[in-house]
């Protein structure tokens, strides 16, 4: 299909990249895997350098406003350490299969980390479950839209 993939981290995704001035970056479920505010930017300020004037950034990421921490839902548990740490546990049918950790970003910090880069108007968008979603697992959602463990933002980068 003419897709091109590249593995890379912020720090040298800029030099492997053979094109510049993306209409929009889109981001799922890995801006929270920044190991500190510092790495958080450079997801910002790369992304910025790879957007035309005028092109977005959207990110999916853990919300910053989560409260249903130790409890289990869905098919994972969150739990933040005493040391700020922020740990995702995986459940399967046989028990708990992995965990990831998290940083345990705030509102601020997805927020200062676009300005310091550049990027315009941070708009946050609340995450709804569709109608085919809520008919086909029903109960599933209870709790979902009022306590998302995700959060979803978009920024603008100023036109040229
Ligand atoms: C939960 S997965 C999401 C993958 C994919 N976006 C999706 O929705 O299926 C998190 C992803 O973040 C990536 N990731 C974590 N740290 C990264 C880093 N420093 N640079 C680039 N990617 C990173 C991982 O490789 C992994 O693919």
Not at 56 to 74: E, S
């Amino acid at each position: 299909m003419g897709i091109e993939y590249i593995h890379a981290d912020p720090a040298d995704i800029v030099q492997k990249v053979s094109f510049y001035g993306f209409d929009i970056a889109i981001s799922v479920t890995v801006l929270h895997y920044a190991i500190n505010r510092a790495h958080l930017e450079a997801f910002f300020s790369s992304t910025y350098r790879l957007v035309k004037p005028s092109g977005l950034f959207a990110a999916l990421v853990m919300n910053p406003g989560f409260m249903r921490f130790g409890q289990r839902i869905y098919n994972r548990r969150y739990r933040r350490e005493p040391d700020g740490r922020l740990y995702v546990d995986f459940f399967d049918e046989t028990g708990m299969r992995c965990s990831a950790l998290y940083s345990d970003f705030t509102w601020a910090d997805y927020q200062e980390s676009a300005n310091r880069t550049g990027w315009k108007d941070l708009t946050w968008c609340p995450i709804k479950v569709t109608d085919e979603g809520r008919n086909r697992l029903g109960s599933f959602w209870n709790g979902f839209e009022e306590d998302c463990p995700y959060a979803g933002f978009r920024v603008m980068k100023p036109p040229g």
